[in-house]
């Protein structure tokens, strides 16, 4: 069944604790998070909107100074 409401946002606040911890066991270690998000935001996508999961993205990127692809 299809969700009406728009798309749900799993946002898991303890992910930048275990990339953290990795970084402590391998601190040269290159850590990529790859997948279909189908997230929207202003600073990569070219229509101009963003939506919360794009917000949520850009935040959790600058938190642990990630760059975000697209």
Same mark, same amino acid.
């Given at each position: 069944?299809?969700?009406? $409401?728009?798309?749900?946002? #799993?946002?898991? &606040?303890?992910l /930048?604790?275990t990339?953290?911890h990795?970084?402590s066991?391998?601190?040269?270690?290159?850590i990529?998070?790859?997948g279909?998000?189908?997230?929207h #935001?202003?600073?990569?996508l070219s &229509?101009?909107?963003t939506? #919360?999961?794009?917000d949520?993205?850009? /935040?959790?990127?600058? $938190?642990?100074?990630?760059?975000?692809y697209s």
């Open positions: 069944m299809k969700d009406v $409401a728009g798309p749900q946002v #799993h946002y898991r &606040p303890d /930048s604790r990339l953290e990795i970084l066991l391998y601190p040269f270690a290159e990529s998070i790859l279909d998000f189908n997230i #935001h202003l600073l990569w &229509p101009p909107f939506d #919360h999961p794009g949520l993205a850009l /935040s959790f990127a600058r $938190a642990t100074g990630a760059t975000p």
